[in-house]
T-cell receptor
């Protein structure tokens, strides 16, 4: 298995632009998580999905953030409009059903908003 | 709700020395415990996990961790550190919800630096 695949690896955009981050989870995993990592706040859970359905989006910082999972093999995290304070590394992780799954993380997308 | 504390934000050890990274958790039931490592520019990689049974668990890259229920701890150890172990280490505790899946709560991380 290729693991969790995220794209792009790096994104530099201007303030006010729309940004879309992409994630392909491991086939067969039932759960998908979006995290944000910054020096100040560490690792923050933004939203997670179970069988493509958003379960908890309480970590999404503002209405500017939205996430979708149209099918079991693809998810997006969109920021519109982007702001400099959104600069961070965004990770996607997936997990199988069951207690012992743990998470498999992607390599992350480093977002810089200038 | 569960929580995880990693008391040491930074640790520096000499190459070849032993290592222990501390992790304390708070959880009302039997926890599921994990250690992850994050190398610079990379995602988090699972080092080892504990679910039940033997309280000393072995992981990849020569790491081990010991679950001590009485101390609510799950410390990570390595007998001899290599320069390539320099990274950030995260402890996580898993909770069960809806009798399925794992909701992991992560600690703040410990950054390990290795001196030559």
């Amino acid at each position: 298995d290729a693991g969790v695949i995220q794209s792009p690896r790096h994104e530099v955009t201007e303030m006010g632009q729309e940004v879309t981050l992409r994630c392909k989870p491991i086939s067969g995993h039932d759960y998908l998580f979006w995290y944000r990592q910054t020096m100040m706040r560490g690792l923050e859970l933004l939203i997670y999905f179970n069988n493509n359905v958003p379960i908890d989006d309480s970590g999404m910082p503002e209405d500017r953030f939205s996430a979708k999972m149209p099918n079991a093999s693809f998810s997006t995290l969109k920021i519109q409009p982007s702001e400099p304070r959104d600069s961070a590394v965004y990770f996607c992780a997936s997990s199988p059903l069951g207690r012992r799954g743990g998470y498999t993380f992607g390599s992350g997308t480093r977002l810089t908003v200038v | 709700a569960q929580s995880v504390t990693q008391p040491d934000i930074h640790i520096t050890v000499s190459e070849g020395a032993s290592l222990e990274l501390r992790c304390n958790y708070s959880y009302g039931a039997t926890p599921y415990l994990f250690w992850y490592v994050q190398s610079p520019g990379q995602g988090l990689q699972l080092l080892l996990k504990y679910f039940s049974g033997d309280t000393l668990v072995q992981g990849i890259k020569g790491f081990e961790a010991e679950f001590k229920r009485s101390q609510s701890s799950f410390n990570l150890r390595k007998p001899s550190v290599h320069w390539s172990d320099a990274a950030e280490y995260f402890c996580a505790v898993g909770a069960i919800w809806d009798n399925a899946g794992n909701m992991l709560t992560f600690g703040g991380g410990t950054r390990l630096m290795v001196k030559p």
